[in-house]
C-alpha cells in the first residue's frame, strides 16, 4: 500500500465538509432530552432534514476525493493526543454509506415512534448514534477511532435501553454491553502495543512502518503480530462472532429502526477495522488464519441455527451472525476488497429486510416454493460442486487470478459457487428437467463472471486503501484452506440430506437443539445475570 502525502494542499471547505458530516448529527447531543421530547415531531422532522441534508453532503465529498485525491490533515493537538483526518476512498465509499442507511432509519423513526412520549429522546440517541459512526469512518488516528468506536457501543447502548420496562431487553443490552466491553480492553492493549511498536498513532504512519517491518523482517514484527491478534480479537467481540454471538438475536424486543441500523450498519464496524488497519494484520500470518477459522465457523454455525428458527426477526439475525462471519473469513484470506463489497450488499439488504419486515407475511404468500423433494444422491452432490467449482476456478483464471496470487479470491467464488449449485439442484429436483443443467451452467458462468468482475472493480478501486495481500502460503495457509472448503461442503451435503435425516431420531433432536442456539445463549445470560443482577423494572 502506498501511504498518502501528508503535506498535499487541500482546500480548507473540503476539509469542513468531511468534518462536518459527524458533527451535524452530533450536535442533538447539545439538545436537552426534555426539549427533543416535547418538540416530537418536529424534532424528528428536522432531524430527518439534517441527515438528509448530511447524505448529500456525503455526495459531495465523494466527489471531491477524485477530483482532489485523497485527504489527509492533522488538525489539533501534540503527536499523540492530536486529531487527524483520513478520508481516502474506502472512508468515502463507508461513508456515503452510512449517510444514506442513517437517512433512512431517521426518516423511518418519525412515523416508526409517531406519538411515542420519548420520540425526541430516541431520535437525540439515533443522531448521536450515526455521528459516532461517521466519526469512526473517516478518523485518522488509532486514538480517535478507538474513542469513536466507544461512543459508537455506549450510544448504541441507549437505544438498546429504549424500553426499559423489557426485562429481556435490558438483559440483552447488558450481555452486549459486557462483550463490548471485552473488545474495548482488545482496543485498548492494541493502542499500547501500536505506540510501543510503531511511536505513533497515525494510520499513514503506522501502515509505512508497518511496510518497513515486514520488509526487512525486523526482530520487532514480533510486536506487530501481537497488535495484530489484539485488533482481530476487537473485531470479532464487535461483530458477534462466535462464541460471542448470543446478544444479537436477543436484541429483537428494540425498535425496528435500531435492529435495521445495528445488523445494516453498527456489526460491520469489526470488518471495517480489519479492512482500515489491513496494512498491519496482513503482516501476521497467524491473526489472518484465526480471522478465517472463526469466520467459517460463525458463518456455518450460525446459518444451521438460522434455517430452525421460526421468528422472521430472530433468523435475520442469525443471518446478519453469517453474514459477518463470511465477511471475516474474506479479510482472513485477504480478499480486503472483497470484504467492502459484501459490507456495502449486506447492510443495503439487511436495511430493507428489517424495515420491510413486519409485511413479510404477505411477501411469503407470493414466494415460489419449490415442491417437496427426495434427498439428493451423494454422486449427484459431488458432481454438482465438482462442476461449480471448476467453474469458478475456470473463469476466475479468465480474469488473471491464480492459486498462488489470488487463493483467497478463487476460494471464496468456489464456496459461492457451492450455494449456487445447491440452489440449481433443488431447482432441477422439484422438476426433474434435464434441459435444466444447461440453463444451470449457463447461469452459474454468468454469476462468477459477474462476481470476478464486481471483485476487479472494488480492488482497482481501493487499491490505495487496502493491503495488496499477495504472499508466499505456508502449508498451515493451505491447509486452512482446505478445511474452510471442507467444512463448507460438509454444511451443503448436511442440508441436501435434511429431507431424509428429519424424520430420524436423531435428525430431530438435532433440529430442537439447533432452534436453541445449541444453548449458548442460555450459557450466556446466566453469566450476564451473575455479574449484573436481575434486571429490575
Known sequence: MNPMPTDSPYPLLHLAAVAACPLALLMALLVPTHLANSMGRRFARLASWVSLGVFGLAVLVLIGRFLAGPLMVKVAGDEALRIDIYFDTLSAVMLLLVTFLGAVGVRYSGNYLAGDPQQGRFIRWLCVTIGSVLLLTISGNLLLFALAWVATSLSLHKLLTFYPDRPMAMLAARKKFLFSRLGDACLVGALVATWQCFGTWNFAEMFTAADTLRAHGSEHSACLGWTSMLLVGCALLKSAQFPFHSWLPDTMETPTPVSALMHAGIINAGGFLVVRLSPIIAGSPAALNALALVGAFTALFASMIMLTQTSVKRSLAYSTIAQMGFMMLQCGLGAFAL???????????????????????????????????????????????????????????????????????????????????????????????????????????????????????????????????????????????????????????????????????????????????????????????????????
Not at 471464496?412 to 428437467?433: D, E, K, Q
Not at 502460503?473 to 474452510?484: C, D, H, K, N, Q
Open 339 to 537: 470484504a467492502v463489497l459484501h459490507i456495502v450488499a449486506h447492510s443495503l439488504y439487511k436495511a430493507h429486510a428489517f424495515l420491510s419486515s413486519g409485511s413479510i407475511v404477505s411477501m411469503t404468500r407470493a414466494a415460489w416454493v419449490p415442491s417437496e423433494r427426495p434427498s439428493a444422491h451423494p454422486l449427484i452432490l459431488l458432481g454438482t460442486l465438482g462442476s461449480a467449482v471448476a467453474l469458478t476456478w475456470g473463469i476466475g483464471m479468465l480474469f488473471g487470478l491464480s492459486l498462488t496470487s489470488s487463493a483467497g479470491v478463487l476460494l471464496l467464488g468456489a464456496v459461492f459457487m457451492m450455494a449456487l449449485a445447491y440452489l440449481l439442484w433443488n431447482l432441477w429436483a422439484s422438476s426433474h428437467r434435464g434441459s435444466l443443467v444447461g440453463w444451470g451452467l449457463l447461469l452459474g458462468a454468468g454469476a462468477a463472471t459477474i462476481y470476478f468482475g464486481v471483485h476487479s472493480a472494488f480492488e482497482t478501486l481501493l487499491a490505495s486503501s487496502v493491503a495488496n495481500y499477495a504472499p508466499v502460503r505456508s502449508p498451515i495457509e493451505y491447509g486452512v484452506m482446505a478445511l474452510v472448503v471442507m467444512l463448507f461442503m460438509a454444511v451443503l451435503i448436511l442440508q441436501s440430506m435434511l429431507p431424509s435425516w428429519s424424520a430420524t431420531r436423531l435428525g430431530r433432536a438435532f433440529y430442537v437443539h439447533s432452534s436453541q442456539g445449541f444453548y449458548l445463549g442460555t450459557i450466556a445470560n446466566r453469566l450476564t445475570l451473575a455479574l449484573t443482577g436481575k434486571p429490575t423494572l
